[in-house]
């Protein structure tokens, strides 16, 4: 996924860009406003000017996109707030990567191709917010607001949050290092992931995509991420019911009974046919 550069914005970087960016055609200086979107091509209001379709260009003298600057930037961060979420970013990273080496290597369900790494953190309503990538998981993050206290947070409570891409259940959780914070679940396990920049390519894909008013309709994400997960759990209780049977089938076939051996084996072909109790353990959530 090639991210688009812009010549008049800071030497090209997209990823400083916010949301709410007011950009201006270099050639005629027609802006773009993301909160009037664009009639001419049917882009609804709210879509940032990175959520614009490749093939878009100015509206009044057809210059391409690349030819776009910031006029004003009102989601721009300052210094200090930048400097305050690559320090917050850190401490997630940091703690993640000790769950990582003390917990999860060797699992079959992690992606070894992959690390720890905090993807596109921006403020949002005071908050920071980006995406974490783990060799297990990708999440959406949501960090409290400067002088915010979440650590009284419940693990596990569930809520909705809205974006102008539709309402997304977040999970409460606190962990030691970062303390309070609500994540959204984007993508696990992540076995389809081929390397590091591509799971990172995605990840910035979603921060663009968040903020994109003309993806509401395309899915629910909370109804989609609940129904995966029951989906998942489901599987889950399956297999492990399954193997248990199997189990039960093999003692029942080596342990014949007082019975089977009265019968000459019989009563063993009717225990190997009948279906045993169903005492699976419930899947960690």
Not at 44 to 66: Q, V
Not at 93 to 111: E, I, K
Not at 132 to 144: D, G, Q, R, S, T
Request: glycine share 6%; proline share 7%.
């Amino acid at each position: 996924m090639n991210q688009p550069r812009f010549e008049g914005s800071y030497l090209g970087a997209s990823d400083r860009i916010s949301a709410a960016a007011i950009m201006e055609c270099k050639v005629c200086w027609t802006p773009y406003d993301p909160a009037q979107g664009d009639d001419t091509r049917q882009i609804l209001p709210g879509t940032p000017f990175l959520a614009l379709p490749e093939d878009w260009s100015c509206p009044n003298c057809s210059a391409p996109r690349d030819q776009f600057m910031v006029r004003e930037d009102p989601g721009a961060m300052s210094a200090q707030a930048a400097e305050d979420i690559a320090r917050r970013t850190a401490a997630l990273v940091s703690d993640f990567t000790d769950v990582w080496h003390a917990r999860m290597r060797g699992l079959p369900m992690v992606n070894t191709a992959l690390h720890v790494e905090a993807v596109g953190f921006q403020l949002h309503e005071g908050r920071p917010l980006g995406v974490l990538v783990a060799p297990w998981f990708m999440n959406l993050i949501l960090l409290p607001a400067e002088g915010e206290d979440w650590s009284t947070l419940t693990p596990g409570l569930h809520e909705e949050i809205t974006f102008p891409s539709g309402t997304y259940e977040f999970i409460h959780n606190v962990r030691p290092m970062v303390g309070g914070y609500k994540a959204c679940s984007l993508f696990s396990p992540m076995g389809d992931f081929a390397s590091q920049m591509q799971a990172v390519e995605v990840a910035r894909a979603v921060m663009v995509g968040l903020f994109d008013a003309a993806n509401r309709a395309e899915t629910d994400r909370a109804a989609d991420i609940r129904t995966a997960r029951e989906a998942d759990l489901a599987a889950l209780a399956e297999a492990e019911a399954a193997a248990e049977a199997e189990a039960a089938r093999a003692e029942a076939a080596q342990r014949p009974t007082r019975r089977a051996l009265i019968s000459g084996g019989l009563a063993v072909e009717a225990q190997a046919g009948a279906a045993p109790a169903d005492d699976s353990p419930a899947a960690d959530a």
